[in-house]
């Protein structure tokens, strides 16, 4: 399949023009020092929570201890981490059955640079500049020691080499998105010459669902729902429609869609969007069928296959105009996220 879209891919020309008020700050380099296993410190800085609660339960440590690395992962001098809202989901409780025991250093998204490897590591070595989702599975038992933080121990298999062409901080915005993005549209068998509609298309995983659809995958037609203000953004990204929530309901269009991707949590709505025999992939809330949830599994070859959209700009990271946030300002960060108003991606960078 992947022949298939590739060789589709080379038929379009996509001209994807990101507003400058939304694309990724180009000017946001991390400082990333080269610094070896024999450099590597005890302790490091990192945002730790002991609590579940609301942002007022996250503290910023100044000697934490550096994560060990197991065999078959890489330490990772971070630059750069992005937030999701899974990590507030988290820290507020919401994943207490499967969480691992607290306190709990935060960040499932990362990009930095390897500073050590375990005896099993294969296909990284020290200064690789590298990015990914640390946690395979999302909800279950997610790292102790995530990404908001100077160090982090992560599986080889979970990083991919960063694209050249992305600072540390617009790739640090990818990893759980974008795979959560493609999962979704290969799961609910998104092919070239499909229509989508995607509900939350200026969202974190919705900016990428309409890229992917249209840029990748080959979309006959995309259609997306935002507020007022991001309605320009999402035509940048390839929606062939951009429709106004706060003005129109998608289920009343006379348009009927082979896929709807759900990254609102709109399920019993969604349904009505599509047409006899389609899909609906949904990321959150109830599911109303024909619907399906799913939940993202970390997945770096997805990375890899995607590298070549994404070193050539056809598909771009979108970063919230308010960021980069500094590791300062992380209480900040999560309590924007937490407003459900983002734009694309809530970055953290530089670390520390
Ligand atoms: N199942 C999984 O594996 C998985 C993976 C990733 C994420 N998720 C979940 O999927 C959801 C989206 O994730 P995300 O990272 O994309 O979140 P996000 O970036 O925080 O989403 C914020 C965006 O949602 C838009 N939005 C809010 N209400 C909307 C509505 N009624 N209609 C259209 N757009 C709306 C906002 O645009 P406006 O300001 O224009 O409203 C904003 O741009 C979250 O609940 C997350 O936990 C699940």
């Given amino acids: ?13 996509p001209s994807l023009v990101v507003p400058p008020s939304v694309s990724a700050n180009s000017q946001a380099h991390a400082s990333t020092e080269a610094s070896t296993s024999s450099s590597v410190p005890s302790t ?48 507020q409780g919401m994943l207490k ?68 062409s992305l600072d540390f901080a617009q790739a640090a915005g990818l990893p759980l998105a974008i795979e959560t993005a493609y999962e979704g549209l290969e799961k609910s068998g998104f092919s070239a010459g499909k229509s989508i ?22 979309a006959s037609r995309v259609a997306a729902t935002s507020s007022t203000g991001k309605l320009e953004l999402l035509k940048s990204l390839g929606a062939d429609l951009a429709i106004d929530y706060t ?18 949590g709109q399920c019993d709505r969604a349904v ?20 399906f949830i799913f939940v993202v599994t970390s997945n770096s070859s997805v990375l890899t296959k995607l590298n070549p959209y994404l070193e050539s700009g056809k598909v771009k990271p979108v970063v919230d105009p308010k960021a980069p946030f500094p590791f300062s300002k992380v209480v900040e960060a999560f309590s924007y996220l937490e407003t459900n108003r983002t734009t694309g991606k809530v970055i953290i960078s530089p670390i520390p």
């Fill in 197 to 218: 509609l995607v509900l939350g298309g200026a969202g974190g995983v919705g900016s990428l669902v309409v890229q992917l659809a249209k840029h990748v995958f080959g």
């Fill in 272 to 291: 009505k969007a599509v047409r006899q025999g389609g899909s609906v992939a949904v990321l959150t809330g109830a599911v109303t069928p024909p619907g």
């Fill in 247 to 264: 003005k129109e309901n998608f289920e009343d269009l006379p348009e009927k869609f082979d896929v709807v991707y759900d990254a609102v």
């Fill in 1 to 13: 399949m992947h022949l298939e879209l590739t060789s589709h891919f080379q038929k379009i020309q």
């Fill in 97 to 164: 059955a499967t969480d691992s025991p607290l306190p709990t250093i935060p960040g499932y998204d990362v990009a930095g640079v390897v500073v050590k490897v375990g005896s099993q590591v294969k296909g990284l070595k020290e200064g690789d500049e590298v990015y990914g989702d640390i946690n395979e599975k999302a909800l279950d038992g997610p790292k102790q020691s995530g990404s908001l933080a100077e160090y982090t121990a992560v599986e080889e298999k979970l990083l991919a080499l960063k694209p050249k």
């Fill in 44 to 91: 490091m800085k990192a945002w730790v929570y002991r609590e579940y609660g609301g942002v007022d339960v996250l503290n910023f440590e100044s000697s934490v201890p550096v994560p060990e690395v197991k065999d078959d992962q890489v330490l990772v001098k971070v630059a750069a981490a992005a937030l999701n809202p899974v990590d507030f989901k988290r820290r």
